[in-house]
């Protein structure tokens, strides 16, 4: 195997983090063109990597106790869950019989007392580095 090709994956979340795409597509790209002695190609690569972005969540995972207040008992989210899901398509033009088709997700826990705004950036960060670690180790353990 010398060459891989990986497509852009796009974000189709209902969810949306307008950079997920770009972010996650560059970080596979250089997983593989910086770990391995692959070479990027265009046409007819040895391997070939594409998919979507299909859910980008983001949940409670557990609340504090009820605060009281004008209105009424108010609970809060103590933690929150950023969830990211990839359907990959992975073609092995050298030994098709290693071609696979697999959904991935991973996630992060952080508390809700930080502001997402400021926290989201890293926290996917963190997530896509997992999924891509996950991918990677599903493709080259055959090697």
């Known amino acids: 195997m010398k060459t891989v090709k990986i497509n852009t994956f796009p974000n189709n979340a209902a969810n949306n983090l307008p950079s997920l795409s770009q972010d996650f597509t560059v970080a596979l790209q250089n997983r593989f063109l910086q770990r391995t002695t692959l070479k ?11 998919g979507e972005i299909t859910d980008y ?3 409670p995972t ?3 106790a009820a605060t009281t207040t004008n209105t009424g008992n108010i609970v809060q989210a103590q933690q929150n869950k950023l ?7 992975y073609e092995n033009n050298i030994d098709p019989k290693l071609s696979f088709d697999k959904t991935y997700s991973d996630e992060a826990v ?3 007392d930080l502001d997402l705004n400021t ?8 997530v896509n580095e997992r999924i891509i670690n996950k991918i990677f180790n599903d493709i080259v353990a055959n090697w």
């Open 40 to 50: 990027g190609a265009v046409d007819k690569p040895d391997l070939l990597i594409e």
């Open 57 to 59: 969540n983001i949940t």
């Open 62 to 64: 557990s609340v504090g």
């Open 83 to 89: 969830t990211i899901t990839v359907k990959v398509h």
């Open 110 to 112: 952080f508390n809700s």
């Open 119 to 126: 926290i989201e950036t890293a926290q996917v960060k963190i």
